[in-house]
Protein backbone atom coordinates (compact mmCIF):
# COMPACT_ATOMS: atom_id res chain seq x y z
CA UNK A 1 0.00 0.00 0.00
CA UNK A 2 1.12 3.67 -0.66
CA UNK A 3 -0.83 5.00 1.68
CA UNK A 4 1.18 6.78 4.49
CA UNK A 5 0.51 6.41 8.26
CA UNK A 6 -1.15 9.62 8.55
CA UNK A 7 -3.63 8.67 5.84
CA UNK A 8 -4.42 5.29 6.86
CA UNK A 9 -5.92 6.74 10.08
CA UNK A 10 -7.88 9.08 8.09
CA UNK A 11 -9.61 6.59 5.94
CA UNK A 12 -10.25 4.56 9.77
CA UNK A 13 -11.06 8.41 11.10
CA UNK A 14 -13.50 8.99 8.49
CA UNK A 15 -15.16 5.22 9.83
CA UNK A 16 -15.52 7.30 12.65
CA UNK A 17 -17.21 10.46 12.43
CA UNK A 18 -18.66 10.06 8.94
CA UNK A 19 -21.85 8.19 8.72
CA UNK A 20 -21.68 4.86 6.36
CA UNK A 21 -22.83 6.40 3.38
CA UNK A 22 -19.67 8.16 2.54
CA UNK A 23 -17.75 5.77 -0.25
CA UNK A 24 -14.17 6.57 -1.32
CA UNK A 25 -12.76 6.42 -4.76
CA UNK A 26 -10.04 3.69 -5.56
CA UNK A 27 -8.35 0.60 -3.49
CA UNK A 28 -5.56 3.24 -2.52
CA UNK A 29 -7.67 6.31 -1.63
CA UNK A 30 -6.14 9.42 -3.21
CA UNK A 31 -5.85 12.72 -0.77
CA UNK A 32 -5.16 15.55 -2.71
CA UNK A 33 -4.61 19.19 -1.06
CA UNK A 34 -4.45 21.70 -4.05
CA UNK A 35 -5.45 21.86 -7.67
CA UNK A 36 -5.12 24.08 -10.78
CA UNK A 37 -6.25 23.51 -14.31
CA UNK A 38 -6.37 19.69 -14.97
CA UNK A 39 -3.32 19.07 -12.83
CA UNK A 40 -3.94 18.08 -8.48
CA UNK A 41 -1.48 17.66 -6.02
CA UNK A 42 -0.84 15.61 -3.21
CA UNK A 43 1.27 17.05 0.06
CA UNK A 44 4.24 15.70 -1.34
CA UNK A 45 3.78 17.65 -4.43
CA UNK A 46 3.16 14.56 -6.69
CA UNK A 47 0.83 15.58 -9.45
CA UNK A 48 -2.24 13.95 -10.49
CA UNK A 49 -4.23 14.46 -13.96
CA UNK A 50 -7.95 14.85 -13.70
CA UNK A 51 -9.70 13.05 -16.04
CA UNK A 52 -13.00 12.78 -14.05
CA UNK A 53 -14.02 15.63 -12.86
CA UNK A 54 -17.06 17.84 -14.46
CA UNK A 55 -17.84 20.15 -11.78
CA UNK A 56 -14.85 22.62 -11.91
CA UNK A 57 -15.37 22.48 -15.65
CA UNK A 58 -13.28 25.59 -16.38
CA UNK A 59 -10.70 24.03 -14.27
CA UNK A 60 -9.87 23.99 -11.00
CA UNK A 61 -8.51 27.06 -9.22
CA UNK A 62 -9.86 29.06 -11.58
CA UNK A 63 -8.80 32.64 -10.99
CA UNK A 64 -11.90 34.10 -13.17
CA UNK A 65 -14.36 32.64 -11.16
CA UNK A 66 -12.47 33.13 -7.60
CA UNK A 67 -11.83 36.73 -7.72
CA UNK A 68 -16.05 37.20 -8.66
CA UNK A 69 -16.78 35.08 -5.92
CA UNK A 70 -14.27 36.86 -3.61
CA UNK A 71 -15.56 40.43 -4.82
CA UNK A 72 -19.39 39.69 -4.41
CA UNK A 73 -18.64 38.13 -0.95
CA UNK A 74 -17.03 40.89 0.01
CA UNK A 75 -19.87 43.65 -1.71
CA UNK A 76 -22.85 41.33 -0.67
CA UNK A 77 -24.23 38.43 -0.34
CA UNK A 78 -28.41 38.13 -0.17
CA UNK A 79 -31.34 36.12 -1.23
CA UNK A 80 -33.59 37.01 -4.53
CA UNK A 81 -35.77 39.59 -2.58
CA UNK A 82 -34.31 42.77 -3.44
CA UNK A 83 -33.24 43.75 -7.21
CA UNK A 84 -29.87 42.81 -8.12
CA UNK A 85 -28.26 43.02 -11.47
CA UNK A 86 -26.09 39.56 -10.99
CA UNK A 87 -29.42 38.02 -11.42
CA UNK A 88 -30.46 39.77 -14.27
CA UNK A 89 -27.48 39.93 -15.91
CA UNK A 90 -26.61 36.13 -15.54
CA UNK A 91 -30.76 35.02 -16.70
CA UNK A 92 -30.20 37.08 -19.62
CA UNK A 93 -26.66 35.35 -20.82
CA UNK A 94 -27.77 31.87 -19.63
CA UNK A 95 -31.41 32.29 -21.36
CA UNK A 96 -29.46 33.26 -24.61
CA UNK A 97 -28.03 30.07 -24.59
CA UNK A 98 -31.76 28.65 -24.95
CA UNK A 99 -32.87 30.65 -27.49
CA UNK A 100 -33.24 27.41 -30.48
CA UNK A 101 -34.72 25.04 -27.99
CA UNK A 102 -36.36 27.09 -25.05
CA UNK A 103 -36.90 30.57 -26.83
CA UNK A 104 -39.48 32.29 -23.94
CA UNK A 105 -38.02 30.03 -20.90
CA UNK A 106 -38.00 31.63 -17.66
CA UNK A 107 -35.80 30.81 -14.76
CA UNK A 108 -35.95 29.23 -11.12
CA UNK A 109 -32.11 29.16 -9.55
CA UNK A 110 -31.58 26.51 -6.49
CA UNK A 111 -28.11 24.97 -5.23
CA UNK A 112 -28.22 21.35 -6.29
CA UNK A 113 -29.44 19.42 -8.90
CA UNK A 114 -31.36 17.11 -6.73
CA UNK A 115 -33.24 20.21 -5.34
CA UNK A 116 -33.82 21.30 -9.57
CA UNK A 117 -35.10 18.02 -10.30
CA UNK A 118 -37.26 18.25 -7.15
CA UNK A 119 -38.26 21.18 -7.92
CA UNK A 120 -39.05 20.52 -11.92
CA UNK A 121 -41.28 17.15 -10.64
CA UNK A 122 -43.35 19.41 -8.38
CA UNK A 123 -43.95 21.72 -11.12
CA UNK A 124 -44.77 19.37 -13.46
CA UNK A 125 -47.19 17.22 -11.01
CA UNK A 126 -49.18 20.79 -10.41
CA UNK A 127 -49.30 22.11 -13.90
CA UNK A 128 -50.37 18.13 -15.51
CA UNK A 129 -52.39 16.92 -12.41
CA UNK A 130 -50.87 13.67 -12.85
CA UNK A 131 -48.10 11.62 -10.67
CA UNK A 132 -46.66 9.23 -13.06
CA UNK A 133 -42.67 9.91 -13.98
CA UNK A 134 -41.08 7.67 -16.13
CA UNK A 135 -37.09 7.21 -16.12
CA UNK A 136 -34.71 4.48 -17.32
CA UNK A 137 -33.77 1.97 -15.99
CA UNK A 138 -30.39 3.19 -14.15
CA UNK A 139 -31.24 6.54 -13.92
CA UNK A 140 -29.80 8.92 -11.01
CA UNK A 141 -31.70 12.33 -10.17
CA UNK A 142 -30.81 13.12 -7.26
CA UNK A 143 -30.85 12.62 -2.99
CA UNK A 144 -34.01 14.47 -1.82
CA UNK A 145 -36.85 12.08 -0.90
CA UNK A 146 -39.08 12.64 -3.70
CA UNK A 147 -35.86 12.29 -6.37
CA UNK A 148 -34.40 8.92 -4.54
CA UNK A 149 -38.17 7.94 -5.75
CA UNK A 150 -37.47 8.34 -9.15
CA UNK A 151 -33.70 7.01 -9.11
CA UNK A 152 -33.76 3.37 -9.87
CA UNK A 153 -29.53 3.38 -9.88
CA UNK A 154 -29.57 3.82 -6.01
CA UNK A 155 -30.73 0.01 -5.64
CA UNK A 156 -33.08 -2.23 -5.03
CA UNK A 157 -33.24 -1.14 -1.23
CA UNK A 158 -34.15 2.03 -2.21
CA UNK A 159 -37.35 2.24 -3.09
CA UNK A 160 -38.43 4.00 -6.11
CA UNK A 161 -42.21 5.82 -6.11
CA UNK A 162 -45.33 3.63 -6.87
CA UNK A 163 -45.91 6.15 -9.24
CA UNK A 164 -42.54 5.87 -11.44
CA UNK A 165 -42.27 3.41 -14.47
CA UNK A 166 -38.64 2.31 -15.84
CA UNK A 167 -37.84 1.94 -19.48
CA UNK A 168 -34.04 0.19 -20.64
CA UNK A 169 -31.57 2.79 -21.79
CA UNK A 170 -30.81 3.18 -25.41
CA UNK A 171 -27.84 0.53 -25.34
CA UNK A 172 -26.16 0.96 -28.63
CA UNK A 173 -23.36 -1.48 -28.37
CA UNK A 174 -26.51 -4.13 -27.25
CA UNK A 175 -29.35 -2.40 -29.85
CA UNK A 176 -28.98 -1.74 -33.50
CA UNK A 177 -28.90 2.01 -34.16
CA UNK A 178 -32.21 0.93 -36.33
CA UNK A 179 -33.97 -0.34 -33.45
CA UNK A 180 -32.80 1.97 -30.34
CA UNK A 181 -35.65 4.85 -31.78
CA UNK A 182 -38.93 2.35 -32.31
CA UNK A 183 -37.64 0.57 -29.16
CA UNK A 184 -37.60 3.53 -27.25
CA UNK A 185 -41.13 4.51 -28.26
CA UNK A 186 -42.38 1.68 -27.67
CA UNK A 187 -41.54 1.05 -23.99
CA UNK A 188 -42.43 5.00 -23.11
CA UNK A 189 -45.78 3.92 -24.40
CA UNK A 190 -46.27 1.18 -22.86
CA UNK A 191 -45.47 2.93 -19.74
CA UNK A 192 -47.47 5.57 -20.14
CA UNK A 193 -50.45 3.02 -20.59
CA UNK A 194 -49.58 1.06 -17.16
CA UNK A 195 -49.63 4.64 -15.75
CA UNK A 196 -52.81 5.52 -17.03
CA UNK A 197 -54.38 2.34 -15.90
CA UNK A 198 -53.47 2.44 -12.70
CA UNK A 199 -54.91 6.19 -12.11
CA UNK A 200 -51.51 7.79 -11.67
CA UNK A 201 -51.37 9.48 -15.18
CA UNK A 202 -48.20 10.62 -16.84
CA UNK A 203 -46.48 13.83 -14.85
CA UNK A 204 -43.16 13.56 -16.53
CA UNK A 205 -40.53 11.85 -18.59
CA UNK A 206 -37.79 12.71 -16.93
CA UNK A 207 -34.14 12.02 -18.71
CA UNK A 208 -30.36 12.45 -19.11
CA UNK A 209 -29.93 12.42 -22.40
CA UNK A 210 -26.18 11.53 -22.06
CA UNK A 211 -27.49 8.22 -20.16
CA UNK A 212 -24.26 9.10 -17.67
CA UNK A 213 -25.97 6.24 -15.36
CA UNK A 214 -27.21 3.99 -17.29
CA UNK A 215 -23.54 3.73 -19.23
CA UNK A 216 -23.22 6.54 -21.18
CA UNK A 217 -24.67 6.24 -24.35
CA UNK A 218 -24.03 9.35 -26.64
CA UNK A 219 -25.55 7.97 -29.50
CA UNK A 220 -27.85 7.61 -31.97
CA UNK A 221 -29.27 10.98 -31.57
CA UNK A 222 -33.01 12.37 -32.14
CA UNK A 223 -35.09 9.30 -30.96
CA UNK A 224 -36.03 11.56 -27.94
CA UNK A 225 -38.08 14.33 -30.21
CA UNK A 226 -40.71 11.35 -30.84
CA UNK A 227 -41.03 10.07 -27.24
CA UNK A 228 -41.56 13.66 -26.28
CA UNK A 229 -44.23 14.34 -28.84
CA UNK A 230 -45.88 11.03 -27.12
CA UNK A 231 -45.31 12.51 -23.65
CA UNK A 232 -47.46 15.29 -24.57
CA UNK A 233 -49.78 13.39 -25.73
CA UNK A 234 -50.41 11.81 -23.12
CA UNK A 235 -50.63 15.50 -21.16
CA UNK A 236 -47.38 14.79 -19.49
CA UNK A 237 -44.54 17.14 -19.55
CA UNK A 238 -40.75 15.91 -20.99
CA UNK A 239 -38.07 17.52 -18.56
CA UNK A 240 -34.10 17.50 -19.59
CA UNK A 241 -32.15 16.55 -16.83
CA UNK A 242 -28.59 18.57 -18.23
CA UNK A 243 -26.90 18.40 -14.61
CA UNK A 244 -24.21 15.61 -16.60
CA UNK A 245 -24.28 16.90 -20.14
CA UNK A 246 -25.09 20.24 -19.90
CA UNK A 247 -22.70 23.27 -20.11
CA UNK A 248 -21.11 22.35 -23.72
CA UNK A 249 -19.96 19.08 -21.79
CA UNK A 250 -20.82 17.40 -25.14
CA UNK A 251 -18.50 19.02 -27.50
CA UNK A 252 -21.21 19.29 -30.38
CA UNK A 253 -23.79 21.69 -28.10
CA UNK A 254 -23.90 23.52 -25.28
CA UNK A 255 -26.97 21.66 -23.94
CA UNK A 256 -27.45 17.72 -24.23
CA UNK A 257 -31.15 17.83 -25.21
CA UNK A 258 -30.38 20.03 -28.57
CA UNK A 259 -28.27 16.85 -30.01
CA UNK A 260 -31.70 15.06 -30.04
CA UNK A 261 -33.84 18.53 -30.99
CA UNK A 262 -35.97 18.30 -28.56
CA UNK A 263 -37.81 21.20 -26.72
CA UNK A 264 -38.04 20.51 -23.44
CA UNK A 265 -40.54 22.02 -20.73
CA UNK A 266 -38.43 21.46 -18.31
CA UNK A 267 -34.48 21.24 -17.95
CA UNK A 268 -32.47 21.05 -15.18
CA UNK A 269 -29.09 21.86 -14.77
CA UNK A 270 -26.30 21.89 -12.14
CA UNK A 271 -23.10 20.67 -11.30
CA UNK A 272 -20.28 22.36 -13.17
CA UNK A 273 -22.61 25.32 -13.68
CA UNK A 274 -20.14 27.52 -10.80
CA UNK A 275 -17.04 26.05 -11.36
CA UNK A 276 -17.66 24.23 -7.50
CA UNK A 277 -19.35 26.88 -5.74
CA UNK A 278 -22.80 25.29 -5.12
CA UNK A 279 -25.19 26.66 -7.70
CA UNK A 280 -28.39 25.03 -9.71
CA UNK A 281 -31.37 26.00 -11.73
CA UNK A 282 -34.59 24.90 -13.30
CA UNK A 283 -35.22 26.37 -17.15
CA UNK A 284 -39.05 26.50 -17.54
CA UNK A 285 -41.44 27.01 -20.09
CA UNK A 286 -43.70 29.92 -18.98
CA UNK A 287 -46.85 27.98 -19.64
CA UNK A 288 -46.28 25.06 -17.78
CA UNK A 289 -44.46 27.14 -14.54
CA UNK A 290 -47.16 29.88 -13.94
CA UNK A 291 -49.72 28.47 -12.02
CA UNK A 292 -47.02 27.18 -9.83
CA UNK A 293 -45.57 30.68 -9.52
CA UNK A 294 -48.25 32.47 -8.92
CA UNK A 295 -50.15 29.68 -6.94
CA UNK A 296 -47.49 28.19 -4.50
CA UNK A 297 -44.62 29.78 -2.09
CA UNK A 298 -41.46 28.94 -3.13
CA UNK A 299 -38.54 30.25 -1.61
CA UNK A 300 -34.95 28.82 -1.66
CA UNK A 301 -32.24 31.01 0.85
CA UNK A 302 -29.57 30.06 -1.09
CA UNK A 303 -30.60 29.57 -4.53
CA UNK A 304 -29.83 32.50 -6.73
CA UNK A 305 -28.23 34.36 -4.47
CA UNK A 306 -25.59 37.07 -5.46
CA UNK A 307 -22.36 35.20 -4.95
CA UNK A 308 -24.02 31.70 -6.74
CA UNK A 309 -24.73 34.59 -9.66
CA UNK A 310 -21.31 35.78 -9.30
CA UNK A 311 -20.26 32.18 -9.59
CA UNK A 312 -22.08 31.48 -12.23
CA UNK A 313 -21.81 34.42 -14.35
CA UNK A 314 -18.25 33.91 -14.61
CA UNK A 315 -17.93 30.45 -15.34
CA UNK A 316 -20.42 30.41 -18.50
CA UNK A 317 -18.11 33.93 -19.36
CA UNK A 318 -14.91 31.68 -19.74
CA UNK A 319 -17.18 28.59 -21.27
CA UNK A 320 -18.21 31.21 -24.15
CA UNK A 321 -14.99 33.14 -24.05
CA UNK A 322 -12.31 30.38 -24.61
CA UNK A 323 -15.08 28.79 -26.59
CA UNK A 324 -14.47 25.54 -24.53
CA UNK A 325 -17.31 23.49 -26.51
CA UNK A 326 -15.18 23.79 -29.41
CA UNK A 327 -12.57 22.14 -27.16
CA UNK A 328 -14.29 19.76 -25.68
CA UNK A 329 -15.36 18.57 -29.23
CA UNK A 330 -12.11 18.20 -30.49
CA UNK A 331 -10.19 17.15 -27.40
CA UNK A 332 -12.61 14.61 -26.80
CA UNK A 333 -11.96 13.44 -30.28
CA UNK A 334 -8.47 12.98 -30.13
CA UNK A 335 -9.43 11.10 -26.46
CA UNK A 336 -11.79 8.56 -28.61
CA UNK A 337 -9.58 8.24 -31.50
CA UNK A 338 -6.81 7.37 -29.05
CA UNK A 339 -9.77 4.37 -27.11
CA UNK A 340 -10.00 2.55 -30.43
CA UNK A 341 -6.67 2.19 -30.85
CA UNK A 342 -6.17 0.74 -27.93
CA UNK A 343 -9.05 -1.31 -28.66
CA UNK A 344 -7.71 -2.74 -31.72
CA UNK A 345 -5.48 -4.18 -29.72
CA UNK A 346 -7.24 -5.33 -26.61
CA UNK A 347 -10.38 -6.95 -26.78
CA UNK A 348 -11.41 -6.33 -23.36
CA UNK A 349 -12.40 -2.88 -24.27
CA UNK A 350 -15.35 -3.64 -26.29
CA UNK A 351 -16.73 -0.75 -27.11
CA UNK A 352 -15.60 2.97 -27.49
CA UNK A 353 -18.58 6.03 -27.02
CA UNK A 354 -18.99 9.41 -25.99
CA UNK A 355 -19.69 12.41 -27.41
CA UNK A 356 -17.38 15.33 -26.05
CA UNK A 357 -15.59 15.25 -23.19
CA UNK A 358 -17.93 12.86 -22.20
CA UNK A 359 -16.43 9.29 -23.34
CA UNK A 360 -17.46 5.55 -22.40
CA UNK A 361 -15.37 2.32 -22.89
CA UNK A 362 -16.70 -0.71 -22.00
CA UNK A 363 -14.95 -3.07 -20.84
CA UNK A 364 -16.27 -7.15 -21.40
CA UNK A 365 -14.74 -10.47 -21.15
CA UNK A 366 -15.88 -11.48 -24.64
CA UNK A 367 -16.54 -9.39 -27.40
CA UNK A 368 -18.58 -11.85 -28.78
CA UNK A 369 -21.28 -12.32 -25.91
CA UNK A 370 -19.93 -9.32 -24.85
CA UNK A 371 -20.62 -9.95 -21.30
CA UNK A 372 -19.65 -7.12 -18.69
CA UNK A 373 -16.35 -7.24 -17.02
CA UNK A 374 -16.27 -5.09 -14.24
CA UNK A 375 -13.32 -6.54 -12.39
CA UNK A 376 -11.23 -5.40 -15.30
CA UNK A 377 -12.83 -1.95 -15.61
CA UNK A 378 -11.87 -1.79 -11.93
CA UNK A 379 -8.17 -2.96 -12.47
CA UNK A 380 -7.70 -0.33 -15.35
CA UNK A 381 -9.40 2.73 -12.65
CA UNK A 382 -7.05 1.65 -9.61
CA UNK A 383 -4.39 1.02 -12.26
CA UNK A 384 -4.55 4.24 -13.83
CA UNK A 385 -4.85 6.04 -10.26
CA UNK A 386 -1.61 4.03 -9.14
CA UNK A 387 -0.25 5.58 -12.10
CA UNK A 388 -1.70 8.89 -11.27
CA UNK A 389 -4.29 9.33 -13.60
CA UNK A 390 -7.61 9.97 -12.14
CA UNK A 391 -10.79 8.05 -14.08
CA UNK A 392 -13.90 5.95 -13.08
CA UNK A 393 -16.18 3.38 -13.83
CA UNK A 394 -19.94 3.75 -14.43
CA UNK A 395 -22.92 1.60 -15.45
CA UNK A 396 -25.37 -0.96 -14.10
CA UNK A 397 -22.65 -3.91 -13.96
CA UNK A 398 -19.91 -1.04 -13.19
CA UNK A 399 -17.81 -1.98 -15.87
CA UNK A 400 -17.85 1.10 -18.46
CA UNK A 401 -15.26 3.53 -18.05
CA UNK A 402 -16.09 6.73 -17.45
CA UNK A 403 -13.64 9.56 -18.83
CA UNK A 404 -15.30 12.95 -18.36
CA UNK A 405 -12.15 15.62 -17.68
CA UNK A 406 -12.70 19.42 -17.24
CA UNK A 407 -13.36 21.16 -20.51
CA UNK A 408 -9.87 22.66 -20.37
CA UNK A 409 -8.45 19.27 -21.31
CA UNK A 410 -5.59 20.14 -23.55
CA UNK A 411 -3.71 17.65 -25.94
CA UNK A 412 -1.05 17.50 -23.56
CA UNK A 413 -3.55 15.64 -21.03
CA UNK A 414 -4.57 13.63 -24.05
CA UNK A 415 -1.17 12.60 -23.97
CA UNK A 416 -0.51 11.97 -20.56
CA UNK A 417 -4.42 10.08 -20.45
CA UNK A 418 -3.68 7.65 -23.22
CA UNK A 419 0.09 7.02 -22.80
CA UNK A 420 -1.39 6.07 -18.97
CA UNK A 421 -3.82 3.66 -19.89
CA UNK A 422 -1.63 1.88 -22.50
CA UNK A 423 0.67 1.63 -19.91
CA UNK A 424 -2.40 -0.12 -17.67
CA UNK A 425 -3.74 -2.18 -20.32
CA UNK A 426 0.24 -3.73 -20.89
CA UNK A 427 1.70 -4.14 -17.59
CA UNK A 428 -1.74 -4.61 -15.75
CA UNK A 429 -3.85 -6.57 -17.69
CA UNK A 430 -1.40 -9.77 -18.16
CA UNK A 431 -1.63 -9.81 -14.14
CA UNK A 432 -5.52 -10.20 -14.13
CA UNK A 433 -5.83 -12.62 -16.57
CA UNK A 434 -3.47 -14.83 -14.86
CA UNK A 435 -5.31 -14.52 -11.61
CA UNK A 436 -8.29 -15.06 -13.07
N1 LIG B 1 -29.08 14.52 -12.07
C1 LIG B 1 -28.02 13.88 -12.58
C2 LIG B 1 -28.09 13.36 -13.98
C3 LIG B 1 -26.86 13.73 -11.81
O1 LIG B 1 -25.80 13.09 -12.32
C4 LIG B 1 -26.82 14.25 -10.49
C5 LIG B 1 -25.58 14.16 -9.63
N2 LIG B 1 -24.74 13.09 -9.85
C6 LIG B 1 -27.96 14.89 -10.00
C7 LIG B 1 -29.05 15.02 -10.82
C8 LIG B 1 -28.01 15.43 -8.60
O2 LIG B 1 -27.21 16.54 -8.45
P1 LIG B 1 -26.67 16.99 -7.02
O3 LIG B 1 -25.66 15.98 -6.57
O4 LIG B 1 -26.08 18.35 -7.26
O5 LIG B 1 -27.84 17.06 -6.10
Not at 132 to 142: F, K, P, Q
Not at 334 to 355: C, F, H, K, M, T
Request: proline share 5%; net charge negative; hydrophobic share 40%.
Amino acid sequence: SELSERERQMVEDRHHVLAPSYRLFYQEPVHIVRGLGTRLWDGDGTEFLDAYNNVVSVGHGRPEVIGAVERQMRQLCTHTRYLHEGILGYANDLLGTLRETMPEAQLMFTCTGSEANDLAVRIAKYHTGHEGVIVTSEAYHGNSDLTAGFSPSLGDRSPLGTWVRQIPAPDSYRIRADDIAPMMLQQVRSQIEDLQRRGNGLAAFIVDSIFASDGIFADPTDFLKPVADLVHEAGGLFIADEVQCGFARTGSHMWGHARHHVQPDLMTMGKPMGNGYPVAGVAARPEVVAEFGYDQRYFNTFGGNTVAMAAAQATLDVILGEELQANSQRVGALIQAGLNDLAAEYEQLGDVRGSGLYIAAECVTDPETKAPDAQTAAAIVNGMRKRRVLISATGPNANVLKIRPPLVFSEQDVDWLLSCLEQTLREDLLALVATR
